[in-house]
């Protein structure tokens, strides 16, 4: 099976084809390098000892995904480029609208004159607001998004119904991440922020290896064990592999709409995560308790029954093992420089 990965050089990407390629899938990878390395390719072979066909393109250039689905005898497609950063999408709204709503469409109307219509999307839990209940189940449907990013995701899974309920012949699976952390246990890939991060892991990290100070802990007294706020955080691996899985539902059960949420289904703190990482890596993080941050939920998690029950996956690392390897990752990045 030929399978085309947009965004295969980004963090979640890159995991997937490592996946892929070991499971003996051919990839072709189409990235235009905004946030990712081509550097990230010789890795993937490192791991794999398999090389995926690169090309270095953007999807808002039509005529460059056609020339890829000419070449290429593409079966089907997960789909992850985009951008993805909350704060920076509300200073410009414009430049992610058009970008993950442009090159969505874009690789639609291809797939379509192709008669390719199998597809994955890299959704988020994001798209379910604020529900007023902790677990998130598929069924509670899309809310109301806080955010342009997220805005985009809520968007591109109507426009991924609506698609399928003109065409039945399509099967697209709308995958709802809640928080990827972790890298690959080599360490050779991993996530790799640049400037000062927004999400907690990469900024622990920069603490840890005593690039930024301390880390602002927003708000403990939320009502949750311990008042810091409460996620699903889950290893990029794992997530990964889910791909694989929901693929294989794709391959196997044909054409559908297929929703899953792809998490633990734990929850655990800030200083939860703030204490594993410092025992499992014998390293200090230093923190200090500072006001929420404007539209943080207190306590979300996934309810990951779907999942197992529909396509046989579940998450396996646990939290340590999350740790662990992130910070694996970044001390070969610091030793690489
Ligand atoms: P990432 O930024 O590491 O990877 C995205 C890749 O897409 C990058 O390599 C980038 O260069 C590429 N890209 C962006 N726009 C492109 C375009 N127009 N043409 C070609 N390539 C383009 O992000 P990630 O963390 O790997 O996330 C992958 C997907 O999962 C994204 O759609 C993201 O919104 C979604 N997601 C991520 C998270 C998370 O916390 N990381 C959570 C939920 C959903
Ligand atoms: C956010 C986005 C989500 C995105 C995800 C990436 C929203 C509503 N959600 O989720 O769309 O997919 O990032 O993983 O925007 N924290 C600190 N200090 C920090 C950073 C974070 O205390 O410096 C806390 C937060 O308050 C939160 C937890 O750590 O309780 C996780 O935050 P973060 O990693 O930013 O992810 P989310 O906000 O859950």
Request: aromatic share 10%.
């Amino acid at each position: 099976m030929n399978v085309l990965v947009t965004g295969g050089l980004g963090f979640i990407g890159s995991h997937t084809v490592v996946e892929l390629l070991e499971k003996g899938y051919d990839v072709i990878i189409v990235d235009n390098l905004y946030n990712s390395d081509i550097k990230v390719k010789d890795k993937i072979t490192e791991i794999t000892k398999k090389t995926p066909k690169v090309y270095i393109e953007d999807l808002l250039n039509k005529e460059a995904i056609n020339k890829i689905f000419n070449e290429n005898n593409i079966d089907e497609v997960i789909h992850f480029a985009g951008y993805k950063a909350v704060g920076e999408s509300c200073k410009k709204p414009l430049m992610y609208y058009y970008n993950n709503l442009m090159s969505t469409i874009n690789l639609l109307e291809v797939m379509k004159e192709h008669n390719v219509k199998k597809f994955i999307f890299s959704s988020s839990a994001t798209i379910y607001g604020n529900p007023g209940i902790p677990k998130y189940v598929e069924d509670l449907g899309r809310g109301i998004t806080t955010n342009p990013y997220g805005t985009t995701k809520s968007m591109i899974e109507q426009i991924l119904e609506d698609l399928y309920k003109s065409d039945n012949e399509w099967s697209i699976s709308l995958l709802r991440y809640f928080n990827p952390i972790g890298a690959h246990k080599s360490g050779l890939i991993g996530e790799k922020p640049n400037g000062i991060p927004n999400n907690l892991m990469p900024y622990i990290l920069k603490v840890a290896s005593g690039e930024l100070e301390v880390l602002n802990v927003f708000g403990n007294d939320y009502d949750t064990p311990d008042g810091t706020g409460v996620r699903d955080y889950i290893h990029v691996v794992d997530l990964a592999k889910g791909h694989v899985s929901s693929l294989n539902k794709i391959e196997k059960s044909g054409s559908g709409l297929y929703i899953y949420n792809l998490g633990s289904g734990k929850g655990y703190s800030v200083l939860e995560l703030v204490n594993t990482f410092e025992r499992v890596n014998n390293i200090k993080v230093n923190y200090k308790i500072v006001e929420r941050r404007p539209g943080d939920l207190a306590e979300y998690y996934a309810d990951a029954s779907k999942a197992l029950n529909e396509l046989g996956w579940k998450t396996e690392k646990t939290l340590e093992d999350m740790c662990r390897d992130s910070w694996n990752f970044m001390k070969k990045e610091i030793q690489s420089i």
